[in-house]
């Protein structure tokens, strides 16, 4: 069993930043590719950013990209989600997801919410215009 806990949200005016964190407990962080989602009233959840187990590739959603930044430091099996020049639209509850990869390429990220296996409550990220 994998425990995932993100951090880090809140309310902020628009273009300002945040940065979210997420933590995990379980087994050995840098076997896990790392995902963040969001999930706005009445909309899907969706893919904001993706980082493979070591750190070397990342994806963003074309909405984010530019502003949002993926990172991770496996040391403290923690993956961040940097979020500048915030907008109205970004507001949503965001959403940490593992996927089990050890033994894959360093280089692979997962884009889909059906590849990630583990995920935290959410975290509520609110921006005022």
């Known amino acids: 069993q994998v425990h995932v806990v993100e951090s880090g949200g809140g309310l902020v005016q628009a273009g300002g930043s945040l940065r979210l964190s997420c933590t995990t407990s379980g087994r050995t962080f840098s076997n896990y590719a790392m995902g963040w989602f969001r999930q706005a009233p009445g909309k899907e959840r969706e893919i904001v950013a993706a980082?493979?187990?070591?750190?070397?590739?990342?994806y963003y959603a074309d909405s984010v990209k530019g502003r949002f930044t993926i990172s991770r430091d496996n040391a403290k099996n923690t993956v961040y989600l940097q979020m500048n020049s915030l907008k109205p639209e970004d507001t949503a509850v965001y959403y940490c997801a593992t996927k089990y990869v050890l033994g894959r390429s360093g280089t692979v990220y997962y884009t889909g919410k059906d590849s990630y296996d583990y995920w935290g409550q959410g975290s509520q990220v609110t921006i005022s215009s």
């Open positions: 980082i493979s187990w070591s750190g070397s590739s990342t």
